[in-house]
Protein backbone atom coordinates (compact mmCIF):
# COMPACT_ATOMS: atom_id res chain seq x y z
CA UNK A 1 0.00 0.00 0.00
CA UNK A 2 1.01 3.91 -0.52
CA UNK A 3 0.14 6.63 1.70
CA UNK A 4 -0.31 9.75 0.17
CA UNK A 5 0.60 12.99 2.33
CA UNK A 6 -0.48 16.13 1.16
CA UNK A 7 -3.81 16.13 -0.91
CA UNK A 8 -3.33 19.75 -2.86
CA UNK A 9 -2.84 19.95 -6.30
CA UNK A 10 -0.03 17.26 -7.07
CA UNK A 11 -0.81 15.00 -3.97
CA UNK A 12 -4.20 14.27 -5.26
CA UNK A 13 -3.69 13.91 -8.76
CA UNK A 14 -0.59 11.47 -7.49
CA UNK A 15 -2.73 9.59 -5.07
CA UNK A 16 -5.94 9.05 -7.79
CA UNK A 17 -3.03 7.92 -10.57
CA UNK A 18 -1.72 5.34 -8.63
CA UNK A 19 -4.85 3.79 -7.54
CA UNK A 20 -6.83 3.66 -10.77
CA UNK A 21 -4.04 1.71 -12.01
CA UNK A 22 -4.34 -0.88 -9.57
CA UNK A 23 -2.20 0.15 -6.44
CA UNK A 24 -3.84 0.06 -3.31
CA UNK A 25 -3.66 3.96 -1.60
CA UNK A 26 -4.55 5.59 1.04
CA UNK A 27 -4.47 9.55 0.86
CA UNK A 28 -3.85 11.73 4.07
CA UNK A 29 -3.97 15.41 4.38
CA UNK A 30 -3.98 17.34 7.87
CA UNK A 31 -7.16 19.36 6.42
CA UNK A 32 -10.83 17.36 7.96
CA UNK A 33 -12.55 19.63 5.17
CA UNK A 34 -10.68 18.13 2.37
CA UNK A 35 -10.60 14.48 3.34
CA UNK A 36 -14.07 15.02 4.17
CA UNK A 37 -15.14 16.67 0.72
CA UNK A 38 -13.01 13.81 -0.66
CA UNK A 39 -14.99 11.09 1.13
CA UNK A 40 -17.95 12.77 0.26
CA UNK A 41 -17.67 12.31 -3.48
CA UNK A 42 -16.23 15.54 -5.02
CA UNK A 43 -12.61 16.61 -6.13
CA UNK A 44 -11.12 20.01 -4.44
CA UNK A 45 -10.27 22.08 -7.44
CA UNK A 46 -11.54 22.02 -10.67
CA UNK A 47 -8.93 20.32 -13.32
CA UNK A 48 -9.30 18.78 -16.91
CA UNK A 49 -9.92 15.19 -16.54
CA UNK A 50 -9.19 15.34 -12.26
CA UNK A 51 -12.91 14.56 -11.82
CA UNK A 52 -12.92 11.20 -14.33
CA UNK A 53 -9.91 9.92 -12.56
CA UNK A 54 -11.21 10.44 -8.98
CA UNK A 55 -14.08 8.07 -10.24
CA UNK A 56 -11.55 5.58 -11.25
CA UNK A 57 -9.99 5.84 -8.28
CA UNK A 58 -12.93 5.53 -6.10
CA UNK A 59 -14.32 2.35 -8.12
CA UNK A 60 -10.59 1.16 -7.09
CA UNK A 61 -10.79 1.71 -3.49
CA UNK A 62 -8.87 4.77 -2.54
CA UNK A 63 -9.23 5.78 1.08
CA UNK A 64 -8.89 9.31 2.18
CA UNK A 65 -7.62 10.09 6.19
CA UNK A 66 -6.30 12.72 8.31
CA UNK A 67 -4.43 9.52 10.03
CA UNK A 68 -0.87 8.69 8.88
CA UNK A 69 -1.05 4.91 7.57
CA UNK A 70 0.92 2.12 9.01
CA UNK A 71 2.69 0.96 5.34
CA UNK A 72 5.93 0.12 2.92
CA UNK A 73 5.42 3.30 1.10
CA UNK A 74 4.58 6.70 1.86
CA UNK A 75 4.67 9.35 -0.90
CA UNK A 76 4.90 12.71 0.67
CA UNK A 77 3.79 15.66 -1.65
CA UNK A 78 3.24 18.81 0.69
CA UNK A 79 3.95 22.61 0.10
CA UNK A 80 7.50 24.25 -0.67
CA UNK A 81 7.43 27.56 0.17
CA UNK A 82 10.64 29.97 0.19
CA UNK A 83 11.02 32.92 2.81
CA UNK A 84 10.78 36.08 0.68
CA UNK A 85 13.31 37.75 2.94
CA UNK A 86 15.94 35.11 2.84
CA UNK A 87 14.62 33.65 -0.20
CA UNK A 88 15.74 30.12 1.17
CA UNK A 89 13.44 26.71 0.74
CA UNK A 90 10.83 26.72 4.05
CA UNK A 91 10.71 23.13 4.44
CA UNK A 92 8.33 23.21 7.59
CA UNK A 93 5.50 21.39 6.04
CA UNK A 94 7.86 18.40 4.61
CA UNK A 95 9.58 18.04 7.94
CA UNK A 96 6.12 17.83 9.86
CA UNK A 97 4.71 15.27 7.63
CA UNK A 98 7.77 13.67 7.81
CA UNK A 99 7.86 13.87 11.85
CA UNK A 100 4.11 12.32 11.37
CA UNK A 101 5.14 9.34 9.13
CA UNK A 102 8.38 8.23 11.54
CA UNK A 103 5.72 8.24 14.53
CA UNK A 104 3.65 5.21 12.59
CA UNK A 105 6.16 3.62 9.84
CA UNK A 106 7.55 0.27 10.61
CA UNK A 107 11.13 -0.87 9.62
CA UNK A 108 11.38 -1.54 5.82
CA UNK A 109 9.71 1.47 4.40
CA UNK A 110 10.48 3.76 2.04
CA UNK A 111 10.36 7.38 2.29
CA UNK A 112 9.49 9.08 -1.10
CA UNK A 113 9.81 12.93 -0.90
CA UNK A 114 7.37 14.66 -4.30
CA UNK A 115 7.56 17.90 -3.01
CA UNK A 116 10.43 20.17 -4.84
CA UNK A 117 13.24 21.27 -2.53
CA UNK A 118 16.38 22.74 -3.02
CA UNK A 119 19.48 20.76 -3.49
CA UNK A 120 21.06 19.52 -0.48
CA UNK A 121 16.91 20.12 1.22
CA UNK A 122 16.93 16.54 2.11
CA UNK A 123 20.60 16.08 3.43
CA UNK A 124 19.73 19.02 5.75
CA UNK A 125 16.21 18.36 6.98
CA UNK A 126 14.94 15.13 5.79
CA UNK A 127 17.72 12.80 7.32
CA UNK A 128 18.39 14.36 10.59
CA UNK A 129 14.60 13.66 11.34
CA UNK A 130 14.77 10.36 10.16
CA UNK A 131 18.04 9.57 12.37
CA UNK A 132 16.89 11.53 15.21
CA UNK A 133 13.86 9.01 15.87
CA UNK A 134 15.87 6.31 15.90
CA UNK A 135 16.07 4.91 12.05
CA UNK A 136 19.05 4.51 10.54
CA UNK A 137 19.09 5.32 6.88
CA UNK A 138 19.40 2.55 3.78
CA UNK A 139 18.50 -0.28 6.48
CA UNK A 140 15.33 1.08 8.80
CA UNK A 141 14.12 3.36 6.31
CA UNK A 142 14.99 4.03 2.46
CA UNK A 143 14.83 7.36 1.18
CA UNK A 144 13.98 8.64 -2.04
CA UNK A 145 12.91 11.81 -4.09
CA UNK A 146 11.11 11.53 -7.06
CA UNK A 147 9.95 15.16 -7.71
CA UNK A 148 6.80 16.17 -9.88
CA UNK A 149 7.20 17.44 -13.55
CA UNK A 150 2.98 18.58 -13.99
CA UNK A 151 1.33 21.74 -14.82
CA UNK A 152 -2.01 23.18 -13.59
CA UNK A 153 -4.40 22.55 -16.61
CA UNK A 154 -3.16 19.25 -18.22
CA UNK A 155 -1.87 17.64 -15.02
CA UNK A 156 -3.73 13.80 -15.88
CA UNK A 157 -2.03 13.87 -19.18
CA UNK A 158 1.24 14.63 -17.79
CA UNK A 159 1.28 12.99 -14.99
CA UNK A 160 1.40 9.46 -17.42
CA UNK A 161 3.42 10.98 -20.11
CA UNK A 162 6.13 13.08 -18.93
CA UNK A 163 9.34 11.83 -17.79
CA UNK A 164 10.31 11.46 -14.23
CA UNK A 165 13.50 11.07 -12.12
CA UNK A 166 14.06 8.93 -9.06
CA UNK A 167 16.77 10.19 -6.92
CA UNK A 168 17.70 7.48 -4.14
CA UNK A 169 20.86 6.15 -1.92
CA UNK A 170 20.10 2.80 -3.22
CA UNK A 171 19.56 1.88 -7.04
CA UNK A 172 17.98 -0.84 -5.77
CA UNK A 173 15.63 1.17 -3.92
CA UNK A 174 15.33 3.36 -6.89
CA UNK A 175 14.08 0.43 -8.82
CA UNK A 176 11.40 -0.69 -6.71
CA UNK A 177 10.07 2.99 -6.85
CA UNK A 178 10.26 3.19 -10.38
CA UNK A 179 8.38 0.05 -10.82
CA UNK A 180 5.58 1.91 -8.71
CA UNK A 181 5.00 4.79 -10.71
CA UNK A 182 5.41 2.55 -13.91
CA UNK A 183 2.40 1.28 -13.03
CA UNK A 184 0.79 4.51 -14.74
CA UNK A 185 4.10 6.72 -16.41
CA UNK A 186 4.90 5.84 -19.69
CA UNK A 187 7.43 8.09 -19.84
CA UNK A 188 10.75 7.91 -19.44
CA UNK A 189 12.04 7.25 -16.01
CA UNK A 190 15.72 7.75 -14.82
CA UNK A 191 17.11 6.79 -11.61
CA UNK A 192 20.00 8.90 -9.50
CA UNK A 193 21.42 10.49 -6.69
CA UNK A 194 19.39 11.88 -4.51
CA UNK A 195 20.75 15.57 -4.88
CA UNK A 196 21.00 15.35 -8.53
CA UNK A 197 17.15 14.81 -8.49
CA UNK A 198 16.93 17.66 -6.21
CA UNK A 199 18.77 19.74 -8.57
CA UNK A 200 17.87 18.97 -12.11
CA UNK A 201 13.85 19.63 -11.02
CA UNK A 202 14.53 23.34 -9.83
CA UNK A 203 16.75 24.06 -12.56
CA UNK A 204 14.01 22.93 -15.20
CA UNK A 205 11.68 25.75 -13.80
CA UNK A 206 14.90 28.07 -13.23
CA UNK A 207 15.34 27.79 -16.99
CA UNK A 208 11.85 28.71 -17.76
CA UNK A 209 11.76 31.72 -14.93
CA UNK A 210 14.93 33.20 -17.35
CA UNK A 211 13.41 32.69 -20.81
CA UNK A 212 10.26 34.22 -19.45
CA UNK A 213 12.53 36.87 -17.93
CA UNK A 214 13.99 37.95 -21.33
CA UNK A 215 10.86 38.19 -23.13
CA UNK A 216 9.55 40.37 -20.23
CA UNK A 217 12.96 42.53 -20.18
CA UNK A 218 12.43 42.60 -24.02
CA UNK A 219 8.97 44.14 -23.69
CA UNK A 220 9.98 47.26 -21.37
CA UNK A 221 13.18 47.67 -24.20
CA UNK A 222 10.19 47.89 -26.65
CA UNK A 223 8.05 50.28 -25.13
CA UNK A 224 10.40 52.62 -23.78
CA UNK A 225 10.95 53.35 -28.28
CA UNK A 226 7.81 52.23 -29.09
CA UNK A 227 8.24 49.35 -30.99
CA UNK A 228 6.02 45.90 -31.46
CA UNK A 229 7.57 43.13 -28.89
CA UNK A 230 5.56 40.78 -30.52
CA UNK A 231 6.33 41.57 -34.16
CA UNK A 232 10.39 40.96 -33.79
CA UNK A 233 9.59 38.12 -31.23
CA UNK A 234 7.84 36.62 -34.32
CA UNK A 235 10.74 37.85 -36.89
CA UNK A 236 13.42 36.84 -34.28
CA UNK A 237 11.92 33.20 -34.29
CA UNK A 238 12.23 32.49 -38.01
CA UNK A 239 15.83 32.24 -37.07
CA UNK A 240 16.17 27.90 -37.06
CA UNK A 241 18.26 28.46 -33.45
CA UNK A 242 16.04 31.12 -31.51
CA UNK A 243 12.97 30.96 -29.55
CA UNK A 244 11.72 34.12 -28.02
CA UNK A 245 8.47 33.24 -25.35
CA UNK A 246 5.92 36.20 -25.37
CA UNK A 247 6.18 38.56 -23.06
CA UNK A 248 3.70 38.57 -20.03
CA UNK A 249 1.94 40.72 -16.87
CA UNK A 250 4.05 38.54 -14.15
CA UNK A 251 4.92 34.51 -13.02
CA UNK A 252 2.70 33.33 -10.83
CA UNK A 253 2.18 29.40 -9.43
CA UNK A 254 3.85 27.94 -6.89
CA UNK A 255 6.58 26.58 -9.77
CA UNK A 256 8.42 29.48 -11.65
CA UNK A 257 7.36 32.05 -9.32
CA UNK A 258 9.38 30.37 -6.57
CA UNK A 259 11.48 27.42 -7.32
CA UNK A 260 14.24 29.54 -8.35
CA UNK A 261 14.55 31.34 -5.12
CA UNK A 262 15.66 28.50 -4.15
CA UNK A 263 18.73 28.84 -5.75
CA UNK A 264 19.15 31.95 -4.88
CA UNK A 265 19.14 31.54 -1.33
CA UNK A 266 21.44 29.06 -1.29
CA UNK A 267 23.91 30.08 -3.81
CA UNK A 268 23.69 34.20 -3.65
CA UNK A 269 27.24 34.98 -4.68
CA UNK A 270 26.81 32.39 -7.76
CA UNK A 271 22.92 33.52 -8.83
CA UNK A 272 23.25 36.64 -10.77
CA UNK A 273 21.42 35.97 -13.71
CA UNK A 274 18.81 34.11 -12.25
CA UNK A 275 18.37 36.78 -9.11
CA UNK A 276 17.84 39.52 -11.92
CA UNK A 277 15.76 37.61 -13.83
CA UNK A 278 13.66 36.94 -10.86
CA UNK A 279 13.44 40.51 -10.64
CA UNK A 280 12.40 40.93 -14.19
CA UNK A 281 8.92 38.41 -13.50
CA UNK A 282 8.18 40.47 -10.21
CA UNK A 283 8.22 43.36 -11.48
CA UNK A 284 6.12 42.82 -14.40
CA UNK A 285 2.55 43.52 -12.33
CA UNK A 286 3.61 47.13 -11.45
CA UNK A 287 4.75 47.39 -15.32
CA UNK A 288 1.45 46.47 -16.26
CA UNK A 289 -0.12 49.14 -13.67
CA UNK A 290 1.98 52.13 -15.23
CA UNK A 291 0.74 51.09 -18.37
CA UNK A 292 -2.28 51.06 -17.70
CA UNK A 293 -2.15 54.56 -16.25
CA UNK A 294 -0.63 55.88 -19.21
CA UNK A 295 -3.23 54.52 -21.00
CA UNK A 296 -5.96 56.04 -19.05
CA UNK A 297 -3.79 59.87 -19.45
CA UNK A 298 -4.21 59.05 -23.06
CA UNK A 299 -7.71 58.27 -23.45
CA UNK A 300 -8.25 61.36 -20.94
CA UNK A 301 -10.00 58.48 -17.96
CA UNK A 302 -9.98 59.86 -14.24
CA UNK A 303 -11.69 57.30 -12.60
CA UNK A 304 -9.76 54.15 -12.05
CA UNK A 305 -13.04 52.36 -10.47
CA UNK A 306 -13.80 52.32 -14.29
CA UNK A 307 -10.47 50.08 -15.21
CA UNK A 308 -11.51 45.87 -14.55
CA UNK A 309 -8.96 43.19 -14.57
CA UNK A 310 -9.61 40.20 -16.51
CA UNK A 311 -8.22 37.18 -14.78
CA UNK A 312 -7.34 36.22 -11.01
CA UNK A 313 -5.49 32.74 -12.12
CA UNK A 314 -2.03 32.52 -12.42
CA UNK A 315 -2.25 30.82 -15.85
CA UNK A 316 -5.49 30.68 -18.86
CA UNK A 317 -8.43 27.69 -18.11
CA UNK A 318 -7.50 26.88 -14.69
CA UNK A 319 -8.61 27.89 -10.48
CA UNK A 320 -5.31 28.30 -8.98
CA UNK A 321 -4.73 31.78 -8.21
CA UNK A 322 -1.49 31.19 -6.15
CA UNK A 323 0.99 33.92 -6.70
CA UNK A 324 -0.78 35.63 -9.66
CA UNK A 325 0.25 38.49 -11.27
CA UNK A 326 -3.19 40.27 -10.77
CA UNK A 327 -2.78 39.50 -6.94
CA UNK A 328 0.62 41.14 -6.98
CA UNK A 329 -0.79 43.90 -9.27
CA UNK A 330 -3.31 44.21 -7.07
CA UNK A 331 -0.49 44.84 -4.04
CA UNK A 332 0.82 47.20 -6.01
CA UNK A 333 -2.24 49.20 -6.76
CA UNK A 334 -2.67 49.70 -2.92
CA UNK A 335 0.82 51.69 -2.63
CA UNK A 336 -0.95 54.33 -5.01
CA UNK A 337 -4.15 54.70 -1.99
CA UNK A 338 -6.34 54.31 -5.25
CA UNK A 339 -9.58 52.41 -5.45
CA UNK A 340 -9.25 48.60 -5.93
CA UNK A 341 -9.92 48.06 -9.35
CA UNK A 342 -12.71 45.71 -10.67
CA UNK A 343 -11.91 41.97 -11.27
CA UNK A 344 -13.19 39.28 -13.04
CA UNK A 345 -12.39 35.59 -13.80
CA UNK A 346 -14.76 32.59 -14.70
CA UNK A 347 -12.93 30.26 -12.47
CA UNK A 348 -12.85 31.95 -9.14
CA UNK A 349 -16.04 31.25 -7.44
CA UNK A 350 -15.47 32.38 -4.67
CA UNK A 351 -14.83 36.06 -3.78
CA UNK A 352 -11.08 36.77 -2.92
CA UNK A 353 -10.66 39.92 -3.58
CA UNK A 354 -12.51 43.32 -3.21
CA UNK A 355 -14.87 44.20 -6.01
CA UNK A 356 -14.84 40.78 -7.34
CA UNK A 357 -17.64 40.09 -10.27
CA UNK A 358 -19.45 36.86 -10.71
CA UNK A 359 -21.09 37.91 -13.71
CA UNK A 360 -18.88 39.01 -16.72
CA UNK A 361 -21.29 40.98 -18.22
CA UNK A 362 -22.01 43.45 -15.37
CA UNK A 363 -18.46 43.31 -15.05
CA UNK A 364 -18.24 44.58 -18.32
CA UNK A 365 -21.15 47.09 -17.57
CA UNK A 366 -19.38 48.85 -15.02
CA UNK A 367 -15.86 49.09 -16.95
CA UNK A 368 -14.48 51.13 -19.65
CA UNK A 369 -10.87 49.75 -20.15
CA UNK A 370 -10.07 46.04 -19.61
CA UNK A 371 -6.99 44.83 -18.90
CA UNK A 372 -7.13 41.13 -20.18
CA UNK A 373 -4.55 39.32 -17.71
CA UNK A 374 -5.56 35.89 -18.22
CA UNK A 375 -6.00 34.24 -21.46
CA UNK A 376 -8.97 31.86 -20.77
CA UNK A 377 -10.67 30.60 -23.56
CA UNK A 378 -13.89 31.86 -21.96
CA UNK A 379 -12.45 35.77 -22.95
CA UNK A 380 -11.87 34.39 -26.01
CA UNK A 381 -15.52 32.71 -27.14
CA UNK A 382 -16.59 36.41 -25.98
CA UNK A 383 -14.05 38.59 -27.76
CA UNK A 384 -16.78 40.53 -29.48
CA UNK A 385 -18.52 41.62 -26.23
CA UNK A 386 -14.96 43.33 -25.60
CA UNK A 387 -14.39 45.14 -28.53
CA UNK A 388 -16.02 48.15 -27.81
CA UNK A 389 -13.88 48.47 -24.83
CA UNK A 390 -10.61 50.28 -24.52
CA UNK A 391 -8.30 47.15 -24.12
CA UNK A 392 -4.79 46.17 -22.99
CA UNK A 393 -3.89 42.96 -24.15
CA UNK A 394 -0.71 41.27 -21.85
CA UNK A 395 -1.49 37.95 -23.27
CA UNK A 396 -1.89 38.45 -26.87
CA UNK A 397 -5.42 37.28 -26.73
CA UNK A 398 -6.80 40.08 -29.67
CA UNK A 399 -6.13 39.40 -32.73
CA UNK A 400 -7.66 43.25 -34.08
CA UNK A 401 -6.56 46.78 -34.28
CA UNK A 402 -6.68 49.23 -31.72
CA UNK A 403 -5.68 47.18 -28.83
CA UNK A 404 -2.98 48.31 -26.44
CA UNK A 405 -0.04 45.80 -25.32
CA UNK A 406 2.49 45.36 -22.99
Known sequence: MINVIGL??????????????????????????????????????????????????????????????????????????????????????????????????????????????????????????????GFTIGTDINLVHAPERIIPGNMVYELEHNSRTIGADDVKIGEKIKAAYSSFCKGDIVITDIKTAEMTKVVENTFRAVNIAFANELAKICRQDNMDVYEIVKICNMHPRVNILNPGPGVGGHCISVDPWFLVGDYPSLTKVIWESMKVNDSMPEFVLERIYSIMKEKGMEDISRVGLYGLTYKENVDDYRESPTLQLLECQKKHLASPLKVYDPYITNNIVENQYHDFDMFLDDIDLIVIMVGHNQIKDNIDKIKNKIILDTRKVCDFDGVYTL
Open 8 to 133: GYIGLPTALMFASHGVEVVGTDYSKEIVDKLKGGHTTFDEKGLDELYEKAVKSGIKFSTEYQKTDIYIIAVATPYDKFSKKIDAGYVCAALKNVMEVCPKGATVVIESTVSPGTIDRYVRPIIEEN
